[in-house]
């Protein structure tokens, strides 16, 4: 069935590269994809979908098609957004917009989401109900939150819900799963030293929030290797270390720490922000400075439901012989874990090929792989509808 499947959304190919590049050229960021949004509603209309409703947490657009017999209802999830990045991809099709570029592979999620709309509107030869969800602001974080707290799920009270990524470095054509966590939980930080500022030539005469945010960042590198357990995966990472200082010769009065902390286990987490705010206090008033902690919990671990992951290592193994089952746990998020804390399902990676990694400027977005994801997409809907 899956095989059949791979050729007939082979047969609309060049209509969902043709949306994929137009998407590519005017790439939208986070909670404005209104041009994104209004085409994708657009072309579902077109589809025939039993409804389409646009406007969810703003730009998203959820569209439903009922298959030919009684069934479950399975949500299938796409993200639509861009990132603030400046392209160098070399594409023909590059962004048009100044600063804003899919460099995560969006515009080819939404693409394949669209081609497996396509195809099951035309062919209703499933059970149940298919409820596609094009959900905004995935990049910036929230978007999966924004519509379930806009009441999604009790609008569509789904059964299951699936959804993918692209991957570069695994083969076109190929997958790659896992049963439990697969990706982390993102937990964002911003650290503000406050001292005294003065003249860098008279330290004594002020208090120096450059050499404690030394000391800060420095014993940081603690709470992972000291705090938490060596079996436990966890990441805790200073980005950024901005000071207001204007020039060499001058001790800024301030100075501001962000970062991120990645874990899987809650327990763990909860270590990890205690013992962050706990060592920024301490090492800080040792130093007779001031200092303020903000801790946001971003992302909650994406944990694949195990029965649910099983059902989509047998979808794709119908599609292709190259299917990892176990593969190993990335430090990466997803706002998808939204969806997975409130209904069982799995999140499944799909091969992009070779080539610059997520996020890259010169990131380019492989067309091969749009019908391996299309095609598992509508294949989820024909074994679990």
């Known amino acids: ?3 059949h499947m791979l050729a007939a959304i082979e047969a609309i190919l060049p209509e969902a590269v043709a949306w994929r590049r137009e998407f590519h050229a005017y790439p939208e960021l986070s909670f404005a994809e209104h041009r994104t949004g209004a085409r994708v509603a657009e072309l579902l209309r077109g589809f025939g979908c039993d409804s389409v409703e646009a406007g969810w947490s703003g730009t998203g657009v959820v569209a439903v098609i009922n298959g030919n017999r009684p069934g479950r209802r399975i949500g299938l999830r796409a993200d639509m957004d861009a990132l603030p990045i400046t392209e160098d991809s070399g594409v023909a099709f590059a962004s048009t917009v100044p600063g804003v570029m899919h460099a995560c592979g969006h515009d080819g999620h939404t693409a394949m ?4 709309a396509k195809h099951l509107a035309g062919s209703r030869d499933f059970a149940g109900m298919a409820v596609l969800i094009f959900q905004p602001g995935e990049e910036a974080g929230g978007g999966a939150r924004a519509m379930i707290s806009e009441g999604f799920l009790a609008r569509y009270p789904i059964d299951e819900v699936y959804a993918l990524h692209n991957m570069p ?3 076109v054509g190929a997958y790659a799963t896992r049963p439990g966590p697969i990706m982390a939980a993102a937990d964002m930080f911003r650290i503000e030293i406050s001292g005294r500022g003065g003249h860098a030539a008279q330290p004594h005469l002020a208090l120096d929030p450059v050499m404690i945010a030394g000391h800060v960042l420095v ?5 992972v290797s000291r705090n938490v357990d ?5 990441v805790l990472s200073v980005s950024t270390v901005v000071s207001e200082g204007a ?3 001058v001790i800024p009065a301030r100075v501001v720490l962000t970062g991120t902390v990645r874990s899987f286990d809650p327990g763990v987490q909860d270590l990890l922000e205690d013992r962050l705010r706990a060592v920024v206090l301490g090492v800080t008033a040792a130093h007779g400075g001031v200092a303020e902690v903000e801790y946001l919990r971003d992302a909650p671990a994406t944990v694949n439901d195990a029965a649910c992951a099983g059902h989509a290592v047998a979808v794709a193994r119908g599609i292709s012989a190259a299917v990892e089952a176990d593969v190993a746990p990335m430090m990466v998020s997803e706002d998808f874990s939204e969806f997975l804390n409130a209904v069982p399902g799995a999140f499944m990676f799909v091969g992009n090929g070779d080539g610059p990694l997520l996020h890259h ?5 492989n067309d091969a792989g749009l019908p391996y994801g299309a095609a598992w997409l509508a294949g989820m809907m024909r074994a679990r509808g």
Request: charged share 0%.
């Open 219 to 223: 014993a940081l590198q603690t709470v």
């Open 247 to 249: 020039g060499a010769c």
């Open 230 to 234: 060596p079996l436990q995966a966890a």
């Open 1 to 3: 069935m899956t095989g």
């Open 169 to 171: 470095g695994l083969a």
């Open 113 to 116: 989401l669209l081609a497996a």
């Open 361 to 365: 400027p010169a990131y380019a977005y």
